[in-house]
Nanobody, 114 residues
Framework: QVQLVESGGGLVQAGGSLRLSCAAS???????MGWYRQAPGKRREFVAA???????NYLDSVKGRFTISRDNARKTLYLQMDSLKPEDTGIYYC?????????WGQGTQVTVSS
């Protein structure tokens, strides 16, 4: 079973930055891979992803602030988050994109204070 381990979250003030990591137990280039988040009381939503062809997609509200990257050799996906806003608060997960095929990891909590 594929394992996904997210890390790098924390508490940050608005305007701050965080870099999230997602370590996978399998190749991250075989499928599209992306980041998702779930805010309190809301459904999980897409944030950013590499498509299967290698291009990137972003949620409109994070464009220009978040950058997705990856280290294929380390099987690790990253999300650089700058200019964070309180509405970015949530638990961040990684999974395949656009269909989420793997079991969800535990996620990493991001809290942005105003």
């Amino acid at each position: 079973q594929v394992q996904l381990v997210e890390s790098g979250g924390g508490l940050v003030q608005a305007g701050g930055s965080l870099r999230l990591s997602c370590a996978a137990s399998t190749s991250i280039t075989r499928n599209g891979m992306g980041w998702y988040r779930q805010a309190p009381g809301k459904r999980r939503e897409f944030v950013a992803a590499f498509t299967g062809g290698g291009s990137t997609n972003y949620l409109d509200s994070v464009k220009g602030r978040f950058t997705i990257s990856r280290d294929n050799a380390r099987k690790t996906l990253y999300l650089q988050m700058d200019s964070l806003k309180p509405e970015d608060t949530g638990i961040y997960y990684c999974n395949t994109f656009p269909a989420t095929v793997f079991s969800w990891g535990q996620g990493t909590q991001v809290t942005v204070s105003s």
